[in-house]
């Protein structure tokens, strides 16, 4: 698995553990295009990369806010395969 994460190819995998304070190979790590820092996805973009809308899970503290989408299924990519295998047999 790359460390940092890259910001051109798909993503892994979210899962439960990704939020929380304590170090770990599971969680998503990236280089910050605007300064070059490494840091951790933000719930916001957790949300977005499991096709989530924005502000999905407010509410929460942001810990709560990364498991939930650890233990999400990402609906909107069956959603569109659905939608294409529509439109082909049409």
């Keep these: 698995m790359a460390f940092p994460d890259a910001l051109d190819k798909p993503s892994?995998?979210?899962?439960t553990s990704e939020g929380g304070a304590t170090a770990s190979r599971f969680k998503h790590v990236i280089r910050d295009p605007e300064n070059g820092r490494l840091r951790r996805l933000i719930p916001l973009e957790l949300e977005r990369l499991n096709m989530f809308p924005d502000g999905h899970t407010e509410g929460q503290n942001d810990t709560k806010r990364a498991f939930l989408m650890g233990n999400a299924l990402v609906c909107g990519i069956v959603t569109r395969i659905g939608a294409e295998i529509y439109r082909r047999l049409k």
């Design 12 to 15: 892994r995998t979210i899962i």
